[in-house]
């Protein structure tokens, strides 16, 4: 069965950071690009960031440039992101998502269940 | 970035109605373009993939169309459990950007 389960969530006061983790099953981890994708409270989604299979290659949203990186260890089958300085409006449950590759098709496929993160004082 | 323009923001219909989706996309995305649907407290939930494959086990009355910049989403004889938000998104270029979302309700 494949899965993704997201944990690390929590409350976290301004500025300070926080990782977040999602542990995969039921599939081959280290062929496929991952990604992080967040929701705020009754917002729409908004896509976070990726990293390639190998992990020596990741892209993230302007929003949180210079501040989030995605890692990940494909031995473990994690996937991680590592949040710094962080700010009330990245309040969001956070997503990973599993991205399929094939015959030129390359939809977000699989979803963690999301786990909240609330940036407050 | 490519912005995604989605139609309408909230649409409201009947158990058995047809209803339609649309997606705009601010330069060509060929047919890089995915449709999603959540319910509350829930995961987005892939429905359509590369503008109009059905993802396996969803049910075929949801069909997707369009290629470049214009997308829809077609759902026909709704039935109570679709009744939810649906988002259209892009995986052409990074960033992977989303539409605002359609709020289907009775």
């Known amino acids: 069965q494949v899965k993704l389960v997201e944990s690390g969530g929590g409350v976290v006061q301004p500025g300070r950071s926080l990782r977040l983790s999602c542990s995969a099953s039921?599939?081959?981890?280290?062929?496929?690009?991952m990604h992080w994708v967040r929701q705020a409270p009754g917002k729409g989604l908004e896509w976070v960031a990726v990293?390639?299979?190998?992990?020596?290659?990741?892209h993230p949203a302007d929003s949180v440039k210079g501040r989030f990186t995605v890692s990940r260890d494909n031995s473990k089958n994690t996937l991680s992101l590592h949040m710094n300085d962080l700010r009330p409006e990245d309040t969001a449950v956070y997503y990973c998502?599993?991205?399929?590759?094939?015959?030129?098709?390359?939809?977000?496929?699989?979803w963690g269940q999301g786990t909240l993160v609330t940036v407050s004082s | 970035d490519i912005q995604m323009t989605q139609s309408p923001p909230s649409l409201s219909a009947s158990v058995g109605d047809r209803v339609t989706i649309t997606c705009r996309a601010s330069?060509?995305?060929?047919?890089?373009l995915n449709w999603f649907q959540q319910k509350p407290g829930t995961a987005p939930k892939l429905l359509i993939f590369?503008?109009?494959n059905l993802q396996s086990g969803v049910p075929s009355r949801f069909s997707g169309s369009g290629s470049g910049t214009d997308f829809t989403l077609t759902i026909s004889d709704l039935q109570p459990e679709d009744f939810a938000t649906y988002y259209c998104?892009?995986?052409?270029?990074?960033?992977?950007?989303f539409g605002q979302g359609t709020m289907l309700d009775i």
């Open positions: 998502a599993r991205q399929r590759v094939r015959n030129g098709q390359n939809p977000l496929d699989v």
């Open positions: 039921g599939f081959t981890f280290s062929a496929s690009p």
């Open positions: 990293i390639s299979p190998d992990g020596n290659n990741e």
């Open positions: 330069r060509s995305i060929s047919s890089f």
């Open positions: 590369s503008a109009s």
């Open positions: 998104q892009q995986s052409f270029f990074t960033p992977y950007t």
